[in-house]
């Protein structure tokens, strides 16, 4: 497995294993993030992943210093995954002084994470970007954990005829329903027991919508057992899968953000 931290070593590296299948991470990678490098190999092309945690997506008042860091420990994890190629560039790499040029999606980006997150998506739309022309990937693998950020990278792409195919995969879980993600060490033991009452609800939400229940009555009532069971429910909502719109009507997406003391968590499933 080679690691690149700079452009020049990138390109080499590139030029040397040609069409490439690529997994952008942030790194403190878990099972989530294995299960998409895995998807990247059935792809058939050289395997390459990116760690670089991003401040152009973090607020201010964000954790982006608190974010984990686990630099050793994610190569280990590579290695063991197949992966042929590392892309970890520091920020003055990733972003040279006087950098001026953002990428602004609309559409989709625009409620929910967009509203909650001002300025998160133009990071994460700018970021992929340059990932995806550093690499030149012919293949860009996403979780559908971050399901509108799925969407606001699919939408990129094909407004601005990026040359890259974007394969999404399912969330993991743990057996108790609870979507995998870097931030959940974060949960206390207590809150840990809680946490997957989020994918219940939704799994609930599903259910109640296709046996015929009305869109809003599901949608409050679960929003009120949420913040009885001590989650501040920033949103829980049915959407149009791809332009992440309301939906009064099925099939749609049912998508959630919610806090438990310091830890925001996404979570979303299909409403078929
Ligand atoms: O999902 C993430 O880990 C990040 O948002 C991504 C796609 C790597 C961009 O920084």
């Not at 395997?47 to 190569?75: H, K, M, T, W």
């Not at 954990?145 to 699919?154: A, E, F, Y």
Request: with cysteine; charged share 25%.
């Amino acid at each position: 497995m080679r690691i690149a931290r700079d452009l020049p070593t990138l390109r080499a590296e590139v030029a040397r294993l040609g069409r490439l299948a690529l997994v952008p991470t942030m790194g403190a990678l878990h099972e989530g993030h294995l299960s998409l490098l895995a998807a990247a190999r059935r792809e058939g092309e050289a395997v390459a992943a990116s760690i670089f945690v991003n401040p152009l997506q973090f607020g201010p008042q964000e954790d982006f210093a608190r974010y984990p860091r686990d630099e050793a420990g994610d190569l280990a994890k590579l290695e063991r995954a197949g992966c042929d190629l590392v892309w970890m560039p520091s920020v003055e790499v990733m972003y040279p002084p006087g950098r001026a040029t953002t990428i602004e999606v609309g559409g989709p980006a625009e409620g929910w994470e967009g509203e909650a997150r001002p300025g998160h998506f133009r990071g994460v739309a700018t970021v992929c970007a340059k990932l995806f022309l550093q690499t030149g990937a012919a293949v860009a693998v996403f979780g559908e954990k971050d399901w509108q950020q799925l969407q606001v990278i699919r939408r990129m792409v094909t407004d601005l005829d990026l040359p890259v195919r974007i394969v999404g995969c399912p969330t993991v879980r743990e057996a108790d329903g609870l979507a995998l993600s870097s931030r959940n060490r974060f949960l206390s033991a207590e809150e840990r027991a809680r946490a997957p009452a989020l994918h219940a609800v939704l799994r609930r939400v599903a259910g109640e919508l296709a046996a015929g229940a009305l869109v809003e009555a599901a949608l409050a009532a679960a929003r009120t057992d949420l913040a009885a069971q001590g989650f501040a429910v920033d949103y829980l909502a049915l959407v149009a899968p791809e332009t992440l719109r309301p939906a009064a009507t099925l099939p749609g997406r049912l998508i959630a953000a919610a806090r438990l003391g310091s830890v925001r968590l996404l979570d979303n499933i299909a409403a078929p």
